[in-house]
């Protein structure tokens, strides 16, 4: 008698990321006797945190954020997809990819996993508090001197509002060995960031995009709008909370042009230490693929990654048109240093641009802080 397979995940604890594992899996199970695979959850902090290492010694699959393949693409933790005689899959994969979310994945001439969420920070509004959300920074600066606009502003979140204003006017980032930014250029975010930052409440220094969308969806005197954000479909969709949210494209410097916002999402790899690797690759090909993308997958609350739900009128029509109203942010995003060492600096940055924020640092002491961390953890 065969032995029963039992495969053990790990992902992010939020509906978004962990019904949907759930949804798959016994679908995947459900043809195959014998194999189960058991999803736990891990906070969204965690998810970014956390040393793939660690994880794969405990668990088959991972669903994992794509700054980590600097550190695993010489560990060995994580199975290469493209070791696996599969390169058809992961040419349509490719061609089906939403922006840079499968390459994402790719590095050092392997693909560590499998685009299977695709999110850049995108902006929400609430559309029974105002007609039309603003299309150009200094419009979003003027709205918040009304008390309408909230914006995540944790250190992590704070750091990616930096790299995607930054990136939207051209700014290079981490290109100089010695400077993340160049001064001038460094100075000139910081200003437009504190600028926002002196017009709103001061609560969203303590929240991430999850506690911003809390506070529209639930309030009825919630604040109208949100410049960046890390999208979430699970906020537009009927009966998810009392005030649905409506997402659009990103505000840029330039009116109408939302270029440069940093590419986000998830991706499903599968640990090198696993038992039954076979079987856990399939079960991720059958996630990122775009028959379940835009069935199953979407459905059981997920987010997709592959461009076959992007376009799915019946997708769009569950959450508002979140998908076609955001499309034009996610393909011009930026993709951040993936370097084995970027996930210190994104550590250290978030926090020094957290404190210029507070107002417990110059922006001028924050950029030198900058640049240091980013020469010592691209030793």
Known sequence: MTEPVVLRGMTWDHSRGYDPMVATAEAFCASRPGVSIVWEKRSLQAFADRPIGEMADTYDLMVIDHPH????????????????????????????????????????????????????????YRPDLIDLPPTAWQDVIDLAGKGRVAMALIPINALMTFFGLAANQDFVIAEDPDHLIDGEAGITVLEQMLA????????????????????????????????????YTNYSRKGYRPHPIV??????????????????????????????????????????????????????????????????????????????????????????????????????????????????????????????AYRETRK
């Open 69 to 124: 393949v600097g550190e695993v693409a010489g560990s060995g933790d994580l199975l290469a997809f493209d070791t696996l005689g599969r390169d058809d899959e992961l040419r349509a994969l490719s061609r089906q990819s939403v922006g840079p979310s499968h390459c994402s994945y790719e590095f050092l001439g392997h693909q560590w996993a499998l685009a299977i969420d695709a999110a850049t920070p995108v902006a929400a």
């Open 196 to 231: 926002l930052v002196s017009r709103i409440d001061a609560r969203c220094l303590t929240l991430d995009p999850i506690g911003i969308y809390e506070w529209m969806s639930t309030e009825a005197d919630a604040p109208a709008y949100s410049p960046f954000g890390y999208g």
């Open 247 to 372: 997402f659009t494209d990103a505000p840029g410097i330039r009116p109408g042009d939302p270029t440069g916002t940093v590419i986000g999402g998830a991706g499903i790899a599968v640990s090198s230490r696993s038992a039954h690797r076979d079987i856990a690759a399939d079960y991720a090909f059958y996630v990122a693929s775009a028959e379940c993308q835009s069935g199953l997958y979407f459905e059981a609350g997920g987010q997709p990654g592959n461009v076959a739900a992007w376009d799915s009128a019946v997708c769009n029509a569950d959450c508002m048109n979140f998908f076609f109203n955001t499309r034009k942010t996610l393909e011009s995003s930026w993709l951040r240093p993936r370097y084995d060492g970027y996930m210190a600096l994104q550590d250290r940055g978030g926090d020094i641009i957290h404190a210029c924020l507070k107002g417990e640092v110059s922006a001028a002491a924050a950029l030198e802080a900058l640049d240091a």
